[in-house]
């Protein structure tokens, strides 16, 4: 049996005449004879309204004679009200062993009732969970939307909110008269009325301390009114007295400070945001939500704390967990309100003159706080990866100013490799995720046990034959450790490398032979390709954006000999399964091979598909190192003779590559057109056309390797 919203019904002057209102009700509908006292709990409310107009609102009162808390076997939770030191409302809850709970007493709360004309069947304003999306980069958002499934919040409608938001705020509380000083003369219809609104302490206890209680009542001696008026002028009442006009103007300047900034910042941005414009109008949006009433503040670091390390449990090179520092800030509002008793931003943390927070300040915001972060549920990791490439970027985006980017060419030159290692960093992981889901198929994993616990989602191996030719199993002929499976069909789309490059990576449909990528179009790997050649486009112009996706091109061709093969919905595509055939799925990879142009004196036109013999009978594949002995010289001419001893040391740190130097070592001895899909046929065309691989290890990028899993750490 329970009862809520009863305190109308109960309502009375004095305790006396709501227990005998009360009582006449449990006794008409109550059997007691069928309850136990000491577990049936009431709730009793006292509430005190000013009779003058003016709210009252209830002081900090739980100290000692010396001014220090008192620490008993209870529970204190407060709930600052906008920030101040002085007033709030409390909820004391004794611990599950104390005397209080074996007596009777489960809880008592003391709250101010300005939060009525705010609140409507418990809905507050500002308090949508989706209000702080508007702080977010537009194509953040959209790459959101195309990334995770279910429904998302439409921004017209969130605006919206935050308009219907503040609109509740300016009917609720009432716009004021002028000063009587201001020389401004008054309407005839005066906006300003008054409104009252007092405090209001409740108690659970049981009934059977309900009983006790008004034992005492009925034996304690009628008490004589006299002398009551000049004790509660002399009484230390835990409340203050607020004239509505003063609470007003407080309630309307705190809710303004905040829409103000955010609106401010906002107007001031272009078509997309930076990552200083999101973190100045997502703090202010989270402020939003303290701004006008009794909140737990406390919780909010971002708002309440200063500066402080927390740990955080990341996976290092090689799939090693490992627990590491980060250094975390927030805005200081705790320092604020204890020193000065209002909470607002600590100095130093936000430059006025810009409107936007230290840069040190900002980054420490962003990183480790959830400023950036939804409701992930079960799409968390989706959202996760989303938010730190758009971070990279917008990282990337504040270093062309720091740095002087433009003006700067060894700066430049390190700003361009960063955005194709990032992007090159991004793809790999990626791919690698994508294959790992094979070990989540029904019908058994086409990557093998071992592979997937050698090279976890972080870490993914070399993209070459020599590394992969052992990670897999071939069901269908139950065959496990052996190589991936190669397209080299005559049903493809396309054998040049250059096009496959474009169905993975770029940004448009247009030109490509992928016409759709439902379910893979806003990878990560594919945001940071777009949001690059954005960025490059925006500080060195058009040409300079399409060099650098053509530089983009040669470098992942050169680095990576095996690539996934994409289809309309999905990254890696797999090879049919049926159970009456002995089908078994498999991931598609396609090899990239060097093939040597022939004389053009011959006269004679390249078949479609080389002949040649296979090298490898029983995994039907051919291999060939021309790319390898290529490499290798230049590897030689680089790194020099002495240095340099076989085409295994390339996987060496020492001898890893910057992407400038592997594009102007290789310009001349390898060229684009000279890279196709790796397949052959036997002699005499008695064969099936079987895939061809490139022995050996690709170049390995050095930036590439020095980013991975240290950019993403202080985003997590």
């Not at 202010?284 to 503040?297: E, H, K, M, N, P």
């Not at 204890?338 to 980054?363: I, Y």
């Not at 799409?379 to 062309?400: E, P």
Request: proline fraction near 5%; glycine fraction near 6%.
């Amino acid at each position: 049996m329970a009862a809520k919203n009863t305190k109308l019904t109960w309502m009375r002057p004095t305790f006396e005449s709501a227990l005998a209102e009360w009582q006449h009700y449990w006794n008409s509908a109550v059997d007691e004879a069928y309850i136990d006292p000491d577990v049936t709990y009431i709730n009793i409310g006292r509430q005190m309204t000013p009779a003058d107009t003016g709210p009252h609102r209830r002081e900090d009162a739980c100290k000692d004679e010396s001014g220090k808390h008192q620490a008993p076997p209870i529970r204190r939770t407060t709930y600052p009200f906008v920030t101040l030191r002085d007033a709030r409302d409390m909820t004391i809850t004794p611990s599950s062993s104390s005397w209080e709970l074996r007596n009777g007493l489960v809880y008592s709360q003391f709250y101010n009732l300005i939060k009525v004309p705010f609140d409507a069947a418990k809905q507050y304003p500002f308090q949508n969970r989706h209000t702080e999306s508007m702080a977010l980069d537009p194509s953040y958002l959209r790459d959101q939307r195309n990334s995770t499934r279910g429904a998302h919040a439409h921004q017209s409608r969130v605006q919206c909110a935050y308009r219907l938001s503040k609109l509740r705020i300016h009917r609720n509380v009432p716009a004021v008269d002028q000063d009587d000083d201001d020389d401004e003369i008054h309407h005839e219809e005066s906006t300003h009325h008054p409104f009252t609104y007092g405090i209001r302490a409740e108690d659970r206890v049981s009934l059977a301390l309900l009983r006790r209680i008004t034992g005492l009542f009925s034996s304690s001696p009628p008490q004589d009114g006299s002398g009551d008026d000049e004790e509660d002028e002399e009484r230390d009442h835990p409340f203050f007295s607020v004239s509505s006009q003063t609470m007003a103007r407080f309630l309307r300047a705190s809710v303004n400070r905040y829409c103000f900034l955010f609106e401010y910042v906002k107007s001031q941005t272009g078509l997309k945001y930076s990552l200083p414009e999101t973190v100045v109008m997502a703090a202010a949006l989270r402020g939003l939500r303290f701004s006008y009433d009794c909140f737990l503040i406390a919780k909010e670091s971002v708002l309440w704390g200063d500066r402080w390390t927390s740990t955080q449990r990341v996976r290092v090179e090689g799939g090693e967990a490992r627990i590491v520092k980060v250094e975390r800030e927030g805005l200081g509002l705790n320092k604020t309100s204890t020193s000065h008793g209002f909470g607002w931003w600590l100095p130093g943390k936000f430059d006025w003159s810009t409107w936007r927070f230290a840069s040190d300040v900002g980054d420490r915001l962003a990183v480790g706080n959830d400023l950036l972060r939804q409701d992930y549920k079960r799409q968390w990791r989706v959202l996760k990866d989303i938010r730190d490439v758009h971070v990279r970027m917008w990282q990337a985006q504040s270093w062309l100013g720091r740095y002087r980017v433009q003006d700067d060419a060894a700066a430049k030159r390190l700003w361009l490799e960063y955005l194709h290692s990032t992007v090159i960093e991004l793809f790999q992981r990626d791919v690698w995720r994508a294959a790992l889901k094979s070990v989540s198929w029904k019908t058994g994993s086409d990557v093998t046990d071992e592979a997937s616990m050698r090279y976890p989602e972080s870490s993914p191996p070399s993209f070459c034959y020599d590394t992969l030719s052992d990670l897999f199993h071939d069901r269908q002929h139950d065959t496990s450790h052996t190589r991936p499976h190669l397209v080299a069909g005559n049903k493809i789309r396309s054998t040049s490398m250059k096009d496959l490059f474009d169905d993975l990576f770029s940004p448009s449909s247009t030109g490509t032979t992928m016409k759709r990528r439902r379910g893979w179009a806003s990878l990560p790997y594919r945001i940071a390709t777009r949001r690059s050649i954005e960025l490059v486009e925006m500080v060195l112009g058009a040409a300079a954006a399409t060099q650098w996706y053509a530089q983009l091109r040669r470098i992942v061709l050169l680095t990576h000999w095996i690539l996934p093969w994409p289809s309309d919905t999905e990254l890696l595509t797999t090879t049919k399964e049926s159970r009456a055939t002995n089908l078994k799925r498999r991931l598609t990879w396609a090899s990239v091979v060097h093939i040597t142009p022939s004389s053009k004196s011959t006269g004679h036109v390249e078949p479609a598909v080389p002949t040649r013999k296979v090298n490898d009978a029983d995994r039907q594949v051919s291999t060939q190192d021309d790319l390898s002995q290529l490499l290798s010289e230049a590897c030689r001419r680089r790194f020099g003779d002495k240095g340099w001893a076989s085409s295994a040391d390339n996987t060496k740190p020492c001898y890893h590559w910057s992407t400038g130097d592997l594009i102007s070592s290789t310009r001349d001895c390898i060229g684009i057109d000279t890279l196709r899909l790796g397949r052959a046929v036997g002699a005499y065309n008695r064969g099936c056309i079987f895939p061809v691989v490139e022995n050996g290890h690709p170049p390995q990028l050095r930036m590439v390797t020095r980013i991975r899993d240290k950019t993403l750490l202080f985003y997590s």
